[in-house]
């Protein structure tokens, strides 16, 4: 936060890329690893800080975020002339859209399973149809304020699981709560 107001998402990008830059700057080894590790450890803090709450909706914003580490990864040795999906594959890197989804996704397990001090039915409300499956299932109800749409409530129901591409493990968003529950009991 500057002066009591949250950073505008082009602050937050004049930021990163600055970081991203000194990372390219000073470190003196032309090892990828290394550069995406501290890529990873000081550029995309700054890129998700509070990414629950503020996450972008527009399209311009989102693309803006975006260009941080598009450009970053199209600097490293090696990756300059391939496509940018191609250079995340082989760096091991999800796309920055993706990692605010799993947030909000592990944002919302963490509300609906009591892992955090929040009333889970300010939130969310549970569908009362008995099918098949866990008794879990957000109820979807209709939202016709184009403001409300982007909170994180309606980005979960709306978008939420669905908007995962096919290849992700829908196991991973539960072993990683799993760790952090153990992290946070052992402490």
Not at 81 to 91: A, E, F, M, N, P
């Amino acid at each position: 936060m500057t002066d009591g107001r949250l950073l505008d998402i082009r602050e937050i990008v004049s930021k990163a890329h600055q970081k991203a830059n000194h990372i390219l700057r000073c470190f003196m080894s032309g090892d990828n690893k290394l550069l995406v590790k501290a890529f990873v450890v000081y550029v995309r803090p700054i890129l998700e800080y509070n990414s629950v709450i503020w996450s972008p909706c527009l399209k311009k914003d989102i693309e803006l975020l975006e260009k941080v580490q598009r450009r970053f990864t199209k600097r490293l040795q090696s990756l300059k002339h391939l496509k940018y999906s191609i250079r995340l594959t082989r760096l091991g890197l999800p796309s920055l859209e993706l990692r605010r989804l799993h947030l909000d996704l592990l944002y919302c397990y963490k509300i609906v399973f009591g892992l955090i001090c929040l009333d889970v039915n300010r939130y969310f409300i549970f569908t009362s149809l008995s099918t098949r499956g866990h008794p879990y299932k957000l109820y979807k109800t209709q939202c016709e304020n184009l403001k409300r749409r982007s909170f994180f409530t309606e980005r979960i129901v709306n978008d939420g699981i669905h908007c995962l591409p096919r290849s992700t493990s829908r196991h991973c968003l539960g072993s990683n709560v799993l760790s952090h529950k153990s992290i946070s009991h052992s402490s």
